[in-house]
């Protein structure tokens, strides 16, 4: 999906787009199958009851509110959770009803690093770490392919003539 045009000022495109890596959505997965299973079972012992029926409620109730907490919820805030690098700036926006951003103009940008441990390195996510004119460097987790993103924001970097 790509980022929206009419946010980008005039001149203004997007070099790369991301949301956060597929390793924030194991735990909701797992969430949704265990709860399919446990509720599946409970639901076949409550069948021949004579209140079997206000048990499959209960169950659905039940099953329906863990699966919108723990799955529905996550996976709606990974989805609307953007990392954009454009020619003129790095943009994060995340949010479904409350929306929050950064925004982050390249000719304001003094170093990129990333950092990423075994395990990150193994699946090809990191953290990528933007010191600016801020007073604290702005990290950035769960980006899928950090090396590629530091690579590539270092090149815009480069592309950009001194003012």
């Known amino acids: 999906m790509a980022y929206p045009d009419e946010l980008l000022v005039e001149g203004e495109r997007v070099v790369m787009h991301k949301h956060p890596h597929w390793k924030m959505l194991v735990v909701p997965v797992l969430v949704l199958l265990l709860v399919v299973a446990i509720g599946s079972y409970l639901a076949a012992l409550a069948g021949s009851q004579t209140w079997g ?9 039940v099953a329906l509110g863990l699966v919108i907490r723990f799955t529905v919820v996550p996976v709606v805030r990974w989805r ?13 926006r995340e949010g479904v009803f409350t929306r929050r951003g950064i925004d982050i103009p390249l000719k304001r940008i003094n170093s990129v690093q ?9 699946v090809g996510s990191g953290t990528l770490i ?26 815009e970097l480069s592309d950009i003539s001194p003012a």
């Open 130 to 155: 933007i010191e600016s004119a801020s007073d604290e460097p702005l990290e950035f987790d769960d980006v899928p392919g950090v090396e590629k993103v530091h690579m590539l924001l270092y090149d």
């Open 80 to 92: 609307t959770t953007h990392f954009v690098v454009t020619t003129r700036r790095v943009l994060v």
């Open 114 to 122: 990333f950092r990423h441990t075994i395990f990150e390195r193994i």
């Open 53 to 61: 029926h206000w048990a499959w409620l209960a169950l659905a109730v």
